[in-house]
Nanobody
Framework: EVQLVESGGDLVQPGGSLRLSCAASHFTFSAYNMKWVRQAPGKDLEWVSSIGKRGILTSYTASVKGRFTISRDNAKNTLYLQLNNLQIEDTAMYYC??????????????RGPGTQVTVSS
């Protein structure tokens, strides 16, 4: 059974930073593209960012480009998302998910329980 466990979410002020982590297990992490998706209150799931199997290819939705950075450590089976210059509209539950064929910009896929990011002054 695929296991994805996100962590690192918190309450931060606008302009603040967070680093999200996703620990993966029970599948060959390095064999999959991975991604982050998020769901804001009352809204649909939204694709945020994807990363290729070796961590070289990356892609971002326009609203986070230049502020968020996706990365991975295949030796540690861990996916990361660095969130800088956070804005109120970034408030959401963030999920890591297994990706499909590159470039996967969908919000679907097996995902973890999520970690809450709240941006508020």
């Amino acid at each position: 059974e695929v296991q994805l466990v996100e962590s690192g979410g918190d309450l931060v002020q606008p302009g603040g930073s967070l680093r999200l982590s996703c620990a993966a297990s029970h599948f060959t992490f390095s064999a999959y593209n991975m991604k982050w998706v998020r769901q804001a209150p009352g809204k649909d799931l939204e694709w945020v960012s994807s990363i290729g199997k070796r961590g070289i290819l990356t892609s971002y939705t326009a609203s986070v480009k230049g502020r968020f950075t996706i990365s991975r450590d295949n030796a540690k089976n861990t996916l990361y998302l660095q969130l800088n210059n956070l804005q109120i509209e970034d408030t959401a539950m963030y999920y890591c998910a297994k990706g499909a064929t590159w470039p996967d910009k969908s919000s679907t896929g097996e995902r973890g329980p999520g970690t809450q990011v709240t941006v508020s002054s």
